[in-house]
């Protein structure tokens, strides 16, 4: 099963797999100097947690807020085997699709600055692409957003 969500006019799925939970837009502490696309962190069920503005990162604007704007807390796995909680603001989360209603595929064609887009599937309103949990965050932001308690975390000097 995949949720469906929006980014401008563009469509993406998520694997359900990956879902801890859909929370609504909450207030979120900023990072001071951190990339524009991390929107900052709150605290879920006693742990910080990062969250990413997916819109600021895909298209270069911020989630609008709307009703419908929501956050996605995924498992983001690490190098380690271990997953970390990592939130992804998106907007218009409003759909779910199973396997059967659509196929997945390669696209064919990759973007080097956007690893995260993975296969695509297409439907009667358009084209679909399947969001890659585990290539959102370059190793430096990984490492500076997703470190264990106590370790340390170096703040990479320049992300875009």
Same mark, same amino acid.
């Given at each position: 099963?995949?949720?469906?969500?929006?980014?401008?006019?563009?469509?993406?799925?998520?694997? =359900?797999?990956?879902?801890?939970?859909?929370? $609504?837009?909450?207030? #979120?502490?900023?990072?001071?100097?951190?990339?524009?696309?991390?929107?900052?962190?709150?605290?879920?069920?006693?742990?910080?947690?990062?969250? #990413?503005?997916?819109?600021? #990162?895909?298209? !270069?604007?911020?989630?609008?807020?709307?009703?419908?704007?929501?956050?996605?807390?995924?498992?983001?796995?690490?190098?380690?085997?271990?997953?970390?909680?990592l939130g992804l603001m998106v907007e218009r989360v409003t759909d779910t699709l199973?396997?059967?209603?659509?196929?997945?595929? $390669?696209? !064919?064609? =990759?973007?080097?600055?956007?690893?995260?887009?993975?296969?695509?599937?297409?439907?009667?309103? !358009?084209?679909?692409?399947?969001? /890659?949990?585990?290539?959102?965050l370059p190793a430096p932001m990984r490492v500076a957003l997703l470190s264990q308690? !106590?370790? $340390?975390?170096?703040?990479? /000097?320049?992300?875009?």
């Open positions: 099963m995949y949720i469906l969500f929006s980014i401008g006019n563009d469509r993406y799925a998520l694997n =359900t797999s990956h879902v801890v939970e859909v929370v $609504p837009r909450v207030e #979120l502490w900023q990072i001071p100097r951190a990339a524009a696309y991390v929107a900052g962190v709150f605290r879920y069920r006693g742990q910080l947690v990062p969250v #990413l503005d997916l819109c600021q #990162l895909m298209q !270069g604007q911020p989630c609008p807020v709307r009703l419908s704007t929501r956050i996605l807390l995924v498992h983001h796995p690490v190098n380690d085997g271990t997953s970390h909680i199973t396997s059967h209603d659509v196929t997945f595929a $390669p696209s !064919g064609i =990759t973007a080097d600055d956007a690893p995260y887009l993975g296969d695509v599937a297409t439907d009667e309103h !358009g084209m679909i692409h399947c969001l /890659r949990v585990e290539s959102l308690p !106590g370790e $340390p975390k170096p703040w990479p /000097r320049q992300l875009s």
